[in-house]
T-cell receptor, first 114, second 109 residues
């Protein structure tokens, strides 16, 4: 069974640009959640999608958005990038709603904003 | 909202010793408490979890205890090995996951 796949793995952007990250969950998993990981901050919850609906959202500005497609693949978008957006963005999938089942993480997309 | 505090931030032990990492949470409605291990440059991986209706769970050298009254839960690793060296994150779940800030465990051979 393939794991959670995130693309791209590494990317460099400049301030003001926008970026789209992709996450393909484990086959059969309907929930995808996104997290931002920065040194010393641990993992900060961004949002969770379940059956194409945003189920929950963390405390991030509106520049951060996401969506989920009918095949459960998810994308997150960050517009008007700031230096502070440099981080590892992790997605995780679970069979059912996050919290009801174990989260399985992808390898992450490392974003550097210059 | 929920707040999860994790201590210590770094922990250094000798191989064969035990390691204990503690987390406290604020929302009594939290009902699921997983622990993740993240090796350098790798993805977080679940090592053990516990639900609020259970007080303790063990898996070989790893155990987790939960005290709902005091709102804290702990990870215990016995007979530590160098391959246990990693960053460990606790989390609490109520509608969404709230993670602790991580503990860097160094097991010295």
């Amino acid at each position: 069974k393939a794991g959670v796949t995130q693309t791209p793995r590494y990317l460099i952007k400049t301030r003001g640009q926008q970026v789209t990250l992709s996450c393909s969950p484990i086959s059969g998993h309907r929930s995808v959640s996104w997290y931002q990981q920065t040194p010393g901050q641990g993992l900060q919850f961004l949002f969770e999608y379940f059956s194409e609906t945003q189920r929950n959202k963390g405390n991030f500005p509106g520049r951060f958005s996401g969506r989920q497609f009918s095949n459960s693949r998810s994308e997150m978008n960050v517009s008007t990038l700031e230096l502070g957006d440099s981080a590892l963005y992790l997605c995780a999938s679970s069979q059912d709603r996050a919290g009801a089942n174990v989260l399985t993480f992808g390898a992450g997309s490392r974003l550097t904003v210059l | 909202g929920e707040n999860v505090e994790q201590h210590p931030s770094t922990l250094s032990v000798q191989e064969g010793d035990s390691a204990v990492i503690k987390c406290t949470y604020s929302d009594s409605a939290s009902n699921y408490f997983p622990w993740y291990k993240q090796e350098l440059g790798k993805r977080p991986q679940l090592i053990i979890d516990i639900r609020s209706n259970v007080g303790e769970k063990k898996d070989q050298r790893i155990a987790v205890t939960l005290n709902k009254t005091a709102k804290h839960f702990s990870l215990h690793i016995t007979e530590t090995q160098p391959e246990d060296s990693a960053v460990y994150f606790c989390a609490a779940y109520f509608n969404k996951f709230y993670f602790g800030s991580g503990t860097k465990l160094n097991v010295k051979p």
